[in-house]
Each structure stands twice: as C-alpha cells, then as structure tokens.
C-alpha cells in the first residue's frame, strides 16, 4: 500500500525548568541533559503522560516492562532514581505516593509541537488536524479519523506477537563489562556472573571464550582477553553468532548503575536495554540477576524457563565479590596457561567464601587435570555438599563428576549426564562427559563416538569432543581416522596437551620415532609437559625390553612431578614402574617401585597398580591388604569393582595355584575387559589387564587354545595397550600357548615375535632370559 506524508508535530513536555523529549529520550534541566536510566526515563514518561492522575503500580510496571514479570522493588528503585534526578526535597515533591494506589505526577505539565517530525498515514486515510496556538502554548487536537487509525495501529500491534530477538539455532557473544567505578573489585567479576546467568537458559548458547579467545588471536588482538564494543560485535560476526551482549557498570552518586545492552551482530540493532540502580556494592550482584532475567526474555526464551531456571547469581554462585573475582580470574588463566597457573585462583576463591559451591566443583576438576585425585574427590565432594546453593545446570556438573570422582559409579554419572543433556540441549559438556569417560571406561567405544560427534556438533569449537573422537577411532584401530580428528582440531587452532599425547601414541603405533621426537619436543615445551612425557617415553622404553633406561626415564618423571608440586602424579609414575618391573619378572625391583610409591600417595589408581605390581611379585599379603582397602573404600566404583578388584583377585589365586577360581573371579570383568580403566589414562598402564590375566590362568590349567584366544586379544587392540609392555608381553605369552598347544610352527613365530621386538631389550630381564630358553628347546 502507498504512503503519503503528513506533518503532525512531535510531543515534548515541558514543566519547571524541565523539558522532555520521548523520541530521543532526553530530559532536559535549563537546557541540561539529566542522565537518566532508559527505565527511568520510560517510567517518568508514563507519569507524565498522565499527570495529575494517580497512575496504579501495576499499570506502571506494564508500561515500563511490558514483556518481562519484574517485582516491585524495581519500580521502588526506579521511583527513587528518579526522585533524586529531578532534584526532589522533602518541601518539594514532584512524583507523589498514594498508599496503597500508586504514585501520581503533582506538577503542570505543558504539551509542546516541534514540527520536524513527519507521521505517515495510509494514502487512503483522510487525516485533518487543527493546531489551536495560544501564547505559549499549543495544542494539538487531531480528528476522529487520525484516533481510529492510531488505535487500529496499536491494536495491530498488540496482536501480532513480537518477533524472537534469537531462535534455538543462534549463538551469543558475551563481550567484557565496561567499569567506570574505579573499583577493580568489578573487573572480570560482573561478566563472569552473567555468563554463570546466562548459562542457565536451555535457551541460550553462549559462545566459548575459547572460541573467543582464537577469533581475537585472529585479529591480530590480545587473545587473554574480552572484548567491547566494535571489537566484540566484529568477533560476533566471526564466530557466526547473531546477538553480542554487553554489560557496564557505572557511578550514579553513591549509587550505581547495572547496564546490558544486546545488539545485532550484523545490523549493529539494538535488541534490548536493560538498566538498574543499585543502592549498595553488595547488591550488585542481585541487580545482576534481574537484568539477566529480563534480558533472556527480550532475546525470545519462553517466561516459564526463565522463571524455572532463575537461581539468583549470589545462590548460584557466592555473594562475595571478591572470591566471584577470584574465580573469575581462575577461569582466564586456566583457558591461557593451563591447569597449573589456574589452581591458586581457584584455591583463594574457596578460602574467600567456603560455601562457594561451583569453586570447589573448579577446583576439584583442576585437580583432577593435575592427577591428583585424592585431592579432586575432597573438593567435589565439598562442592556436592554445597549443591543446593548452585542453579540447575552446574548441579548438574557438579553430581556427574561427584559420581565419576568420588563414588566411580559411572552407571548414576550416565543417568545424570543424559538428564543433563535433555535439559540442555544445547550444551556440549554432557556429551563430552558422555564420550570421553562414561561410555568409554566400559569400552562401548561406538556410543562414546556417538556422544563426541554430537559435542563437536553442538560446538564446533569443542576441543575435548574432537580429542575423544581422535582417542576413540585409535582404540577401534581406525588410525586414519584418529589422525583426522587431531587435524580437524588444529584447522580449528584448538590446542590442548592432551592432542600432544595422541599424535606421540599414534606415532608409536605407527612406528614413526621422528615423530615421536617431534611430539616429545611439543611437550617440553609447554608448562608440565616435561613429567608426563618422560613417564610416556618410560613406557616405550620397558616396551621394548630397555628396562634400565625406562628406570632412569621414570626416576626422572617422579622427581619432576615432585618438583612441580604433583605427589599424587609423582606416585602414579612410580606405581606404573611397579607395574612394568613385575611383568618381565623383576620382582625386586617391583616391590621397590610399590614402596616408593605408597610413600608418595594413597590415590586410588596407586593403590591400585602397587597391589598388582605386588601380587605379580608373589607378594600375597600386602597385595590382598590394598586389594581389601580398595574394596571398602569405594564400594561404589565401577572400575573397581569390575576391573581392578577382578585383576587382582585373580592374580592372587593364581598365586595359591587356584587357577579355576581365577577364571571364576574374571567373570564379572568380562562385559567391560576392553574398556579403558582410570589407571590407563592417568597413570598408562590397566587396560586390558582382566584378559592377560585369564590367559595366564588358561595356561595353568593347560588349555592352551583358550589361553592363545585370550592373548591375541591383546594383540588385535594395540590402539588400547599403545605402549604398556603388556602388548610386548602378550607375544611371549601366546609363543607359550601355542608350544603348550603342541603347535611348533606357530609357537617359532611368536617367540620370533617377541625377540624381534625385544632385539635392543636388557640381557638380564628375566623374562626374555626364560624366552630364549624356551625358543631355544623348539
């Protein structure tokens, strides 16, 4: 339909020494800007509008948030601000309260005409307007037919139903807050409680500061850093998001002012402004909460999950802005420099506020990045403890990883990552927990690459999704595949440590030792990566018979982990010593390693690898003393349950020649032998233990074909050993079946096998010594 122009003037309203301008939202004092809050302004408008009449509170509440269920108490503030702007004293009252009615606007008001303001009718419209002028003031009086089309235009309006600023499809950015206080308490701290807000929407998707982090790097910018203005709204466009959010805070008096103001990544539109007062710094972070909460509305998310998924910011998080800062801080330094240089931030927010639940939930998992497991199962158990005082979604971490790091019951861990992921759709992290330890522990390896794909697919930018479809695909002995996703990772400039020890293990698989070199120089590189790549180069080491190197390499680990502060670690590398001396047959030097270790720590993957380093050095009481202490401390745990406790159960009968007993006792560990334990990830050794240990019980009772099947088990899964010597064992083992077996040819291959990969081994292992006696018979 065509449209034609017609002039009416645009209203301003004067009274006192002020004049209001709706259209720019100005208010003026002698020709002054007065600054006012958007909110504020709305709210004075609405007043004045109809001054000299009481105005309800709920009437005001609609006019000034039409779309958002605020309390009362904001327009209790509003109405404060606004006095104090307008320059009110106790004589002099321009906004009136009546008790129990409303508030009503007690000064004459005058309608003013400004005619640069041009109103677009429909060309069929017939529109008079008569403009009675009388000194200084004018009214303007428009006819029945400019009413009708108004009110048919508002009637429109209120039918057709506002647009979505966002969809379920869309991203957010959410840029720094800007702080004008001068208090540095605020710095990192405000942003960090609206991403905790934000984050509890199932509606919203906020984009990884990781992610942020690179597009900054991108640009030429400081990437340790949050972006404002142009620069956030630039990185908004890069990542593909649609909306930027940005926040500031600022000095009114000795009041403060909370801003957020979402805006169009492409149009540079604002979406939404929210503004609050707030009278006390201690109330900033509640004044965070209610802007948050309307905010989310404004951005399309439906009122019954913003009034179900709402925890107030000081119950979701802590009340103290100091340790808020502390954590903050703790989240920017783990995403620039790792685990290590986070740990102390974490630390400190924790002794700031004790009850500070998601502080400890960081902490313990920082601790676990670090193999300190003892110490992550306290922190998280701290944290569940504390879990009321968090919002839904961080209950929801906090649980799953209480049930992974302190119980081990990955059976509840599934349960509650896949209730997790139901009710955030669009949150990665319950997929990633989902690949990368609940399904993969038992070894349902096509599942966990199902969940991994659907993390990267939620995230592209999801670094530990693409890692565990990398790690997964090599367990499934697909290397390309495992070496594809370590590519995709890097076309995607993600970097973790973790990427580092996958490319050295597929190169070892592949026989590649430049390119374990390269890896190995990676690591050295990086802060920590000197211990966890010498235990790794340990491993090869025993892998190939090179015992009394693989000794010095670990004795090297162990005294850097102790260096950097990581008993727990430290010990871990010593319990795989243990473990690696006692299956070539070096009982001393096994029992040597276990002492040294349990020095070091209890941690529970140590408990574990000194019991069977023990057990296979025919050291039955000690061995059954930890295996006891294991079961009655984690009764829960599915590792212990149906792999170490099995492993080690059937060693010991094996021990008191009851190898019928061993199988017996193996039959629980059946459903998940292929898995991938704990003690494999953490300390390299474990995987696969359950089967080599039902061989050797094939063989002791002279079934040598069942022996032979269960060995080369260990041998078509080399992507599961990688370069725990059990791998290189296993040949020996299955040369042993195969002469029990009567089957010589078969037996010659094996043993040559074996002395082939142990060609460069240590003469005085005893096990190659008994190998080549054996060889030598055939």
Not at 145 to 157: H, K, P
Not at 502 to 508: E, G, I, M, P
Request: charged share 20%; aromatic share 8%; proline share 4%.
């Amino acid at each position: 339909m065509a449209a034609s122009g017609t002039h009416i003037a645009r209203e301003w309203f004067e009274f006192g020494s002020f004049r209001m301008d709706p259209a720019k939202q100005v208010l003026l004092r002698a020709g002054e800007p007065v600054p006012l809050t958007p909110k504020a302004f709305q709210l004075l408008l609405a007043l004045v509008r109809r001054s000299d009449e009481v105005v309800s509170k709920d009437d005001l509440i609609k006019a000034v948030w039409p779309d958002t269920f605020v309390e009362e108490t904001n327009l209790t503030r509003n109405i404060f601000a606004l006095r104090k702007a307008l320059g009110e004293t106790d004589e002099r009252r321009l906004i009136v309260t009546v008790p129990g009615r409303g508030y009503r606007f007690s000064e004459q008001v005058r309608l003013l005409s400004d005619p640069s303001l041009t109103i677009f009718a429909a060309s069929h419209s017939r529109v008079e307007v008569k403009v009675r002028e009388t000194s200084s003031r004018m009214t303007l009086v428009v006819i029945a037919a400019a009413t009708a089309i108004a009110l048919s235009a508002a009637a429109i309006r209120l039918l057709i139903p506002r647009r979505p600023a966002l969809t379920g499809q869309d991203t957010v950015v959410l840029a720094s807050f800007t702080n004008s206080t001068s208090d540095p308490v605020f710095d990192g701290t405000l942003r960090q409680g609206m991403e905790v807000q934000l984050e509890q929407s199932p509606f919203l998707s906020l984009v990884s500061d990781q992610r942020i982090h690179q597009m900054l790097g991108l640009m030429g910018q400081p990437a340790d850093a949050h972006p404002a203005g142009e620069t956030a709204r630039d990185v908004c466009q890069r990542a593909g998001a649609a909306v930027v959010i940005e926040g500031s805070i600022a000095p009114l008096g000795r009041d403060y002012v909370l801003g957020l103001r979402a805006r169009n990544c492409r149009t540079g539109e604002t979406i939404d402004e929210e503004q609050e007062q707030v009278a006390r710094k201690e109330n900033v972070l509640s004044a965070l909460s209610n802007v948050a909460s309307r905010l989310r509305s404004r951005l399309g998310e439906s009122r019954t999950t913003v009034q179900e998924y709402s925890t107030p910011l000081a119950e979701a998080t802590t009340p103290s802005l100091d340790a808020l800062k502390a954590y903050s801080a703790g989240w920017q330094v783990h995403a620039a420099h790792g685990a290590s240089a986070a740990l102390p931030f974490f630390q400190r927010a924790v002794e700031i506020d004790p009850q500070f639940a998601m502080a400890h939930a960081s902490l313990g998992r920082i601790y676990a990045d670090l193999d300190q497991s003892d110490l992550a199962a306290a922190s998280i158990l701290r944290a569940w403890q504390l879990r009321d005082r968090t919002s839904e979604r961080e209950k929801f971490f906090i649980t799953s990883n209480y049930e992974i790091l302190v119980t081990g019951n990955v059976e509840a861990a599934q349960q509650t990552a896949e209730a997790w992921a139901r009710t955030y759709p669009r949150d990665p992290l319950p997929h990633d927990m989902l690949g990368g330890i609940v399904h993969k522990l038992p070894g349902r390896y096509e599942k966990a690459l199902t969940e991994s794909r659907k993390a990267i697919e939620i995230d592209p930018y999801s670094w530990i999704g693409y890692y565990s479809v990398g790690v997964l695909n090599v367990y499934l002995g697909h290397m390309d595949d495992g070496e594809a996703a370590l590519r995709a990772a890097a076309a995607h400039d993600l970097d973790a440590d973790e990427f580092i020890m996958l490319a050295y293990d597929v190169d070892f698989l592949k026989g590649d030792h430049t390119g374990m070199e390269h890896e190995a120089a990676r690591a050295r590189a990086r802060p920590g990566g000197e211990n966890w790549i010498s235990a790794r180069e340990g491993f090869v080491a025993a892998y190939s018979g090179q015992l009394h190197n693989a000794r010095a390499i670990s004795h090297r680990a162990v005294a850097q982990a102790q260096q950097a502060g990581q008993p727990e670690r430290a010990a871990l590398w010593a319990a795989g010593a243990a473990v690696r001396e006692a299956l070539v047959g070096n009982r001393g030097a096994a029992t040597e390693w276990a002492r040294s270790a349990q020095e070091l720590s209890d941690d529970r993957e140590v408990a574990y690898g000194c019991a069977l380093a023990l057990a296979l050095a025919n050291d039955t009481g000690h061995a059954q003393a930890l295996a006891d202490q294991l079961e009655r401390q984690f009764p829960e745990n599915t590792a212990i349950r149906f792999n170490y406790l099995p492993t080690l159960r059937a060693v010991l009968a094996l021990n008191r020649a009851q190898p019928q007993h061993a199988l017996e006792l193996l039959q629980i560990a059946a459903p998940h032998e292929l898995g991938i334990p704990p003690s494999a990830v953490s300390g390299l050794f474990g995987a696969l233990y359950p089967i080599y240990v039902r061989g050797q019980a094939y063989l002791a009772l002279n079934k040598p074909l069942e022996a032979a099947a269960e060995f080369q088990k260990i041998l078509d899964h080399r992507g599961i050993v990688t370069d725990d010597p059990i791998g290189a064992v296993a040949h020996y083992q299955i040369a042993r079946a195969y002469t029990q077996s009567g089957d010589k040819a078969k037996a010659k291959a094996a043993y040559a096998a074996f002395l082939d990969l142990w060609k460069n081994a240590d003469s005085d292992t005893p096990i190659l010594q008994q190998a080549k006696v054996e060889y030598a018979k055939l």
